[in-house]
């Protein structure tokens, strides 16, 4: 039988993987954590009723968003939000 890294019923398969440092606390390799934390994320932004939108903007834009946000005290998404607001109710 095969180990399967995302296998829980195979943990004991791990058991005599020594390594030093901090003990793990989660069996699963960083990748595979990765992949399982971005899923999870994907469902709550969904229940919120959220969609994921990418767009690329010129660095300079970017530079002039990051810093008004931070002078609104708001993330960047919820101040690109604003502005798209504002723009859709302008029309």
Do not use: C, W
């Not at 296998?7 to 004991?12: E, G, K, R, V």
């Not at 954590?33 to 903007?57: A, T």
């Amino acid at each position: 039988m095969a180990k399967e890294v995302a296998d829980l019923t195979t943990f004991d398969l791990f058991v005599d993987e020594k390594r030093p440092g901090r003990p793990k606390t989660n069996p699963y390799p960083r990748e595979v954590q990765v992949k399982i934390n971005k899923r999870n994320q994907v469902k709550r932004d969904k229940s919120k009723g959220l969609k994921r939108v990418e767009f690329k903007l010129h660095h300079e834009v970017f530079a002039q968003l990051d810093t008004l946000a931070k002078d609104k005290g708001v993330s960047r998404s919820e101040l690109i939000e604003s502005l798209i607001i504002e723009a859709l109710a302008k029309d």
